[in-house]
């Protein structure tokens, strides 16, 4: 998902002024590892390049910004790019599962063409023991639930929108728009109106579309704010995690080129449905389940480095004689013959139609038997062979518009292997936000 939110968000820019990029996340899939540098590289981003992660709170990402900001700000990173992304788990039928929300987003932090300019910070910090888990667990804890909404959400994040403003010399009349990451159903509007903002002023924490999705809320909530903003809107952005971060925008005229692309809006709109509960528990591997045919293969991590232009970066080779491309990479031309005279191009960027198809009833596991195989084909005539994600087994056809997206292909060898499959392809545009 984060590699996802940060292809879209430098969609249609150039990528070689990215000097940073930080990612945030209190799921991510290894304990340790730099999840930064595997999302850089499937982005295809330079490798002289400053990669961190944020961890172990909702507010990492809220934290993540803030030191891409700095970054940016001190005049050493010329465009920093901060993405999350968070699956939080919760004991299945609870409140916390059924508020609980998938998602990612990302913000490119510059200097110019920006559609929001940062004018201010304001940050607090609140030991508590809210909202916490430990290591080996699979699901967090919550501690009673109006304890930890008096003495930690709205006490923290009140002082950090009211320093905020009174920082600004601002009032809430003064303000357009005020975004609130909230964990709960309630507590974004009860915050807005304790603080004194009308009801028009609270953004929607998407938390009935969405739910509640941890470090990625923040940024997904402003870019959602940005799609409904007007140019000289003053937007308060504030995130919560043991302490608050509140952030204080102003929309420029560029803003209307999110309210174009509204990636947000579009993404719920065309969101899909997973159908039953209990294949909502297997896939998230709480439900144990029949496993499907296991992958005939041996991973080899000096390989997987050895190879990872293909298989990460997803590049493919450009014959210099007759301009052929293929993917992935092959030393021999197919078309014209030449032998190791080839350049690297980047494939990942490309649409494609399917040119041929295979639907699989039976090739998954149980809860998941349907598998479709495809040859699709770019507008170069270059054509790929890659399993299918995210469809409808019944609307595949040839001709039907497909884009690459970066997936968890399996785990072998003790570590995940990532790779490319094609889906249906999705409208929608990007921002960035300074």
Excluded at 291 to 314: H, M, N, V
Excluded at 384 to 410: A, C, H, Q
């Amino acid at each position: 998902m984060a590699v996802e939110a940060a292809q879209r968000c430098l969609s249609g820019r150039s990528d070689d002024r990215v000097d940073a990029l930080f990612f945030a996340s209190t799921t991510a899939p290894y304990a340790e590892k730099s999840h930064a540098s595997l999302i850089a590289t499937a982005c295809d981003l330079k490798d002289e390049i400053s990669t961190a992660d944020f961890a172990h709170t909702a507010r990492a990402g809220s934290s993540a910004l803030i030191a891409a900001l700095h970054a940016v700000a001190s005049g050493d990173t010329a465009q920093a790019l901060v993405t999350a992304a968070d699956c939080p788990l919760a004991y299945p039928k609870s409140d916390q599962e059924q508020l609980g929300g998938d998602a990612s987003a990302a913000v490119l932090i510059a200097q110019e063409d920006l559609v929001a300019v940062h004018k201010a910070t304001f940050s607090v910090n609140n030991e508590i023991l809210d909202t916490w888990r430990n290591y080996g667990e699979i699901f967090g804890n919550t501690s009673e639930a109006r304890f930890a909404s008096d003495k930690g959400y709205h006490l923290a994040m009140a002082k950090a929108v009211g320093g905020l403003l009174k920082k600004a010399g601002l009032s809430p009349k003064d303000v357009g728009r005020l975004v609130l990451a909230s964990p709960g159903l309630k507590d974004a509007a009860q915050l807005g109106k304790r603080l004194g903002f009308a009801p028009e002023q609270i953004q929607d924490p998407l938390m009935t579309q969405v739910g509640y999705c941890a470090a990625a809320q923040p940024l997904l909530l402003l870019a959602s704010a940005l799609e409904a903003a007007a140019p000289g809107d003053l937007i308060v952005l504030a995130a919560y995690g043991t302490g608050a971060d509140a952030f204080l925008f102003q929309a420029t005229d560029a803003v209307s080129r999110v309210r174009e692309g509204a990636m947000v809006a579009r993404s719920l709109e065309e969101k899909g449905s997973l159908g039953s509960y209990s294949r909502y528990l297997s896939f998230r591997g709480i439900l144990e389940t029949l496993p499907g045919e296991p992958f005939r293969t041996f991973p080899s991590t000096s390989a997987y480095w050895r190879d990872q232009k293909a298989i990460l970066r997803f590049h493919g080779g450009r014959c210099r004689k007759c301009g052929t491309v293929t993917a992935a990479i092959n030393r021999i031309c197919p078309n014209c013959g030449a032998k190791d005279d080839y350049e690297e191009v980047r494939l990942s960027g490309r649409k494609a139609a399917v040119f041929s198809y295979s639907v699989d009833n039976l090739a998954g596991r149980s809860d998941d038997p349907v598998v479709v195989q495809t040859v699709c084909e770019d507008d170069e005539k270059t054509r790929y062979y890659l399993l299918m994600t995210d469809f409808d087994s019944n609307s595949v056809r040839v001709g039907m518009p497909v884009e690459f997206t970066f997936r968890k292909i399996y785990v072998g060898g003790n570590y995940i292997n990532y790779y490319w499959k094609c889906r249906p392809a999705v409208t929608g545009g990007a921002a960035s936000c300074r």
